[in-house]
């Protein structure tokens, strides 16, 4: 079955005590984007330690396992200091969710500092679409909607278990990007970048289901799917690196958007997925308390390899 499309969030559909947990969520949420930005960041801090101690020992061994494989070369001590920073970082990305649903652009465009965006602009010039191609870290939803406030933007979206959250997610998201596509539509993907609409891509998840080739990231042979070769070559567009960076003196944010990816697609598969992945891990390990290291990229492994995650 294919992802079903999301629906437009109206609050009667969802009064049934099942869902007030997450109306309490929303409250919660609500209130504290209504904070200044430095005491927001430090409360997502906060979260993330919570979230740290909540979770249960599987998963911090998902984590664990991840930095021992990816950084053998860092000592036990930064790589527990990396897995620390990086759950107080999704603390802040629930934060920075907040602040992408009920902050004014206004209010927005004071934190952001973009470098090379001129890349973007000779692409977009030329006639060609563009790609950007970012990754799963604590850092893509706020740089999403910071981009949006200067390009217009479609997104692609997986849809969320809790119906309520898939449904409010959905509403939001569309007030700002000009798509939000499920990542099944792709031909409505495609449609969308050849009228020259700039689009947010991040393949770098482990989709069982999906043409796949083993291409290394962070020196680990990983499933990357070819689908991201096949889009560039329908839609003409030009496949762009783009991570967006917290500053480090907590004032806002700089996106950073790279040069085409060279002779992408290329007609073979594990180059390009080689290449998208090398795009990647760069930031991975430049920022590697930001990657999302809780999920289980290298869960499905080459034949007869043995399990990545015991």
Same mark, same amino acid.
């Given at each position: ?12 559909? $969802? ?18 984007? +209504?904070?200044? $930005?430095?005491?927001?960041?430090? +409360?997502? *801090? ?10 249960? %020992? ?58 090379? *965006?001129? !890349? ?13 191609? &970012? #990754? !799963? ?21 997986? %849809? ?14 569309? #007030? =700002?990007?000009?798509? %939000? ?33 083993? &291409? ?36 806002? =944010?700089?996106? !950073? ?12 598969? +594990?180059?390009?997925? %080689? ?7 760069? $930031? ?6 930001? $990657?999302?290291?809780? !999920? ?15």
């Amino acid at each position: 079955m294919g992802e079903q499309s999301s629906v437009t969030f109206k609050a009667s559909d $969802y009064y049934a005590p099942k869902f007030w947990p997450m109306w309490c969520i929303f409250g919660l949420l609500r209130l504290v984007s +209504l904070l200044p $930005y430095r005491v927001e960041m430090a +409360l997502g *801090r906060l979260f993330g330690r919570f979230v740290f101690l909540a979770a249960g %020992t599987r998963r911090r061994r998902i984590v664990d396992l991840n930095l021992a494989r990816c950084f053998p070369e860092k000592p036990l001590a930064e790589r527990n200091r990396i897995k620390s920073a990086c759950y107080q970082n999704l603390g802040i990305s629930l934060i920075e969710m907040a602040m992408c649903w009920w902050w004014s652009p206004e209010k927005l465009r004071p934190l952001v500092e973009i470098k090379g *965006r001129e !890349h973007l602009d000779a692409v977009l010039e030329s006639g060609r679409g563009a790609i950007l191609l &970012a #990754g !799963h870290f604590s850092t893509l939803e706020i740089g999403a909607r910071l981009l949006a406030l200067y390009v217009p933007l479609q997104v692609m979206y997986r %849809t969320q278990r809790n119906p309520m959250f898939d449904s409010y997610l959905f509403t939001k998201r569309s #007030g =700002y990007f000009v798509n %939000t596509v499920s990542r099944k539509s792709t031909r409505q993907l495609i449609k969308g970048i050849k009228k020259g609409i700039t689009t947010w891509y991040a393949p770098d998840q482990d989709f069982r289901r999906e043409r796949n080739v083993f &291409a290394p990231f962070m020196g680990i042979a990983a499933a990357s799917i070819t689908a991201s070769s096949r889009l560039a070559h329908s839609s003409g567009a030009a496949m762009m690196p783009y991570y967006p960076e917290r500053k480090k003196d907590g004032s806002g =944010y700089i996106l !950073h958007i790279e040069p085409p990816l060279p002779d992408f697609p290329s007609g073979d598969d +594990l180059v390009d997925a %080689t290449q998208i992945n090398q795009s990647i891990e760069k $930031y991975a390990r430049l920022f590697p308390e930001n $990657y999302m290291w809780i !999920h289980q990229r290298f869960k499905t492994r080459p034949p007869g390899e043995a399990p990545f995650y015991q």
